[in-house]
């Protein structure tokens, strides 16, 4: 698509957001893998990279996610108590906590970035919380705010 | 009482305690503030001499956190025969704090270090004041019952002292080193015993309760004049990492332009990294040469870990903070739920 084209695109009523989406390998991954061998329907916005923990996901991989114009950033990981690793999330949840309040009183629109549970059980919660995700970026509209511009 | 008075009472009281210890043979080198070489400024000095200690000086622009020069980037301070050096350091009460986190996070042992208090009534605002008299040059600067005296070449203006001092001294809780009884040993002069820290952030209110384009605008305007220097980094006691996440180029995490989305993340990512850890000196914003003032990001800081984690940096010697421990039960309503 040319430079005109998403341009265009953008101030269509069928713009799409783009998501990436860090899923721990271990709940997450696998609950996308199930939504998927149980035919449940879920936005086609996300891009997924597959992460070790929801703890190995640093501030930086959201941050730059959104300077280099991503939409929207998910992060998932096991429920609290189920880690592979036994604490990583718990670490990252701490983590996310103070970023996600900093995005906020930045001005950044908190709803860029979205914390989320699922295990690998939970096909249809993982669907469901997607779509929700999906549907706050798009209401926000593009990321324009401070993407790198070169 | 004048604040000309205080900051002499205070002078002396800090030179007999450090001529004491360094009589004493109970430090090798005292770190502390002398005139600096521009009116409005101050500069950090270590002495090792008796004779010297006449040029320890306080007043009301020893803005630079003394911690700093403890810490693992700074050269050790060392004998030829490779030994650490006991060191008294002045402090005021953002010093104490930075070295009790310093010590919490192992960068510092308090057995080498003498905690030498004084009681800090406040850090003028440079910039404020600079910015008043159209950035004409100074040529005195003096204190005289509550105003701040500043003469140039032709004017004389006087500035009440209340308002012209930083905005975060202006909510300062700790004017004097805190002490705890696994400490004390390591305090001199005046020092205090903090148990619990009240405060309920009034100065952030009007800011937090503006709109998300609000905010982005106000930041936007704050930080847009940054021209990437560092210096708040180089300034800032809780900085010691041996590679700053801007100067790593492999990989380039984030742009060292001064475009205002690199802009932005430098500040994001430095106040992520200061979480429950910044001790809120305001060395930051006092050498910012744009004269940037971060103490709205500082507070809020500050704020989010004492409401979500009940913690204070630099207070207590013995909790380990926030940032570095979880709990099972932390609250996460900000997590994505179903409906």
Redesign the interface.
């Known amino acids: 698509m040319t430079v005109k084209n998403e341009q265009e695109a953008e101030k269509s009523e069928e713009w799409e957001p783009k998501i990436i989406a860090f899923l721990c390998n271990w709940c997450s991954y696998a609950g996308a893998d199930l939504a998927g061998v149980s035919r449940i329907q879920y936005p086609p916005n996300i891009r997924i990279v597959r992460v070790p923990c929801s703890g190995r996901v640093n501030p930086y991989f959201i941050v730059k996610s959104l300077t280099d114009g991503w939409d929207g950033v998910v992060v998932s990981g096991c429920h609290p108590g189920d880690c592979h690793y036994l604490t990583g999330n718990l670490v990252a949840r701490r983590r996310f906590a103070i970023l996600k309040e900093l995005l906020e009183f930045f001005g950044i629109e908190p709803g860029r970035v979205n914390f989320m549970w699922a295990s690998a059980a939970e096909g249809e919660r993982f669907a469901v919380l997607i779509r929700k995700a999906t549907k706050i970026v798009k209401e926000l509209g593009p990321n324009k705010k401070f993407e790198k511009k070169w | 009482m004048g604040i000309e008075i205080k900051n002499q009472e205070i002078e002396n009281q800090m030179r007999e305690l450090a001529r004491n210890l360094l009589n004493e043979k109970k430090v090798d080198v005292i770190i502390g503030y002398a005139k600096g070489t521009v009116p409005l400024s101050s500069a950090p000095i270590m002495i090792t001499n008796e004779e010297d200690i006449d040029k320890l000086i306080w007043n009301n622009l020893c803005y630079i956190n003394l911690a700093k020069y403890l810490v693992p980037r700074i050269p050790q301070l060392i004998d030829p025969e490779g030994n650490n050096l006991k060191v008294g350091i002045v402090s005021k009460g953002c010093v104490g704090r930075a070295l009790i986190h310093l010590a919490v996070e192992k960068q510092i042992n308090l057995d080498d270090i003498k905690i030498i208090g004084i009681p800090c009534n406040g850090i003028i605002n440079r910039k404020k004041v600079e910015k008043e008299i159209d950035e004409k040059e100074i040529l005195e600067v003096s204190a005289s019952g509550n105003d701040i005296v500043v003469k140039g070449k032709d004017f004389e203006q006087k500035f009440p002292f209340d308002e012209y001092i930083n905005e975060l001294c202006k909510v300062c809780k700790v004017k004097s080193p805190p002490t705890d009884a696994s400490i004390s040993e390591a305090c001199v002069g005046e020092c205090q015993e903090i148990s619990n820290l009240e405060d309920d952030f009034a100065d952030l209110a009007e800011f937090?309760a503006k709109s998300?384009?609000?905010?982005?605008?106000?930041?936007?305007d704050l930080l847009k004049t940054c021209t990437r220097c560092y210096a708040c980094r180089e300034a800032c006691p809780m900085c010691y990492c041996n590679l700053c996440?801007v100067d790593q180029n492999k990989p380039i995490?984030?742009?060292k332009t001064t475009?205002?989305?690199?802009i932005?993340?430098f500040h994001?990512?430095r106040?992520?990294h200061l979480?429950?850890r910044c001790v809120a000196c305001g060395a930051c914003s006092s050498v910012c040469p744009m004269g940037i003032d971060l103490n709205l990001?500082t507070r809020?800081l500050e704020k989010?870990?004492k409401e979500?984690?009940d913690f204070t940096s630099g207070i207590d010697s013995e909790t380990l903070p926030?940032?570095m421990s979880?709990?099972?039960d932390?609250?996460?309503e900000?997590?994505?739920?179903?409906?």
């Open positions: 937090e998300s384009k609000e905010k982005w605008d106000y930041i936007k996440f995490w984030f742009g475009e205002l989305s690199d932005i993340v994001l990512i106040a992520m979480a429950g990001i809020k989010m870990v979500r984690f926030p940032m979880f709990n099972m932390d609250e996460q900000f997590m994505l739920e179903e409906d």
